[in-house]
T-cell receptor, first 114, second 111 residues
């Protein structure tokens, strides 16, 4: 079956703008994770969902960041009033359920804030 | 907090063997994963250890010592396509299904 997909693959925006990043997990996977990865670093946890609810959002850096998963499949990460420091690759991963499992990653969205 | 430490970069020769180390300090332990990430691509799963010892999978093996907070990934018969970043990720205390990733080790394989 299809893997995790993310759109867009690249997003260039200006400081202060609003952006939405989309993740489509593997069908049937109830757990969905968002990470941010800067060059030369490992993925940094942002938020994860089990079903429709955010199970843990402790990694969101501030209230400009928000994520939803209204129907328990597709998720959208929303960033308001973008700043240059938000520039990074945003990775999405899914797993069959929230547990100590292998995660299946999407190709990421490269966000550049000018 | 959790701390995962890996070397930043390693180089090796095609056909050789390389060992990438990972040390961790976490509150609790519920498994360690190794992922491979080629430049500009998604991380992909390589191996999983939750008990002490060696797990072998083809050219790749991974070792875990929980008492030492230590793991290594062993890559044999290196190929050019093995040039990538190798990420160590640890699940810590019970109930937190959030892995902590190391910064990754960039492996360069040269002819």
């Amino acid at each position: 079956g299809a893997g995790v997909s993310q759109t867009p693959s690249n997003k260039v925006t200006e400081k202060g703008k609003y952006v939405e990043l989309r993740c489509d997990p593997i069908s049937g996977h109830t757990a969905l994770y968002w990470y941010r990865q800067s060059l030369g670093q490992g993925p940094e946890f942002l938020i994860y969902f089990q079903g429709t609810g955010a199970a843990d959002d402790s990694g969101l850096p501030n209230d400009r960041f928000f994520a939803v998963r209204p129907e328990g499949s597709v998720s959208t990460l929303k960033i308001q009033r973008t700043e240059r420091g938000d520039s990074a690759v945003y990775l999405c991963a899914s797993s069959p359920t929230a547990s100590y499992n292998e995660q299946f990653f999407g190709p990421g969205t490269r966000l550049t804030v000018l | 907090g959790q701390n995962i430490d890996q070397p930043t970069e390693m180089t090796a020769t095609e056909g050789a063997i390389v060992q990438i180390n990972c040390t961790y300090q976490t509150s609790g332990f519920n498994g360690l994963f190794w992922y491979q990430q080629h430049a500009g691509e998604a991380p992909t799963f390589l191996s999983y250890n939750v008990l002490d010892g060696l797990e072998e999978k083809g050219r790749f093996s991974s070792f875990l010592s929980r008492s030492k907070g230590y793991s290594y990934l062993l890559l044999k018969e290196l190929q050019m396509k093995d040039s990538a970043s190798y990420l160590c990720a640890v699940y810590a205390s019970g109930g937190s299904y959030i892995p902590t990733f190391g910064r990754g080790t960039s492996l360069i394989v040269h002819p």
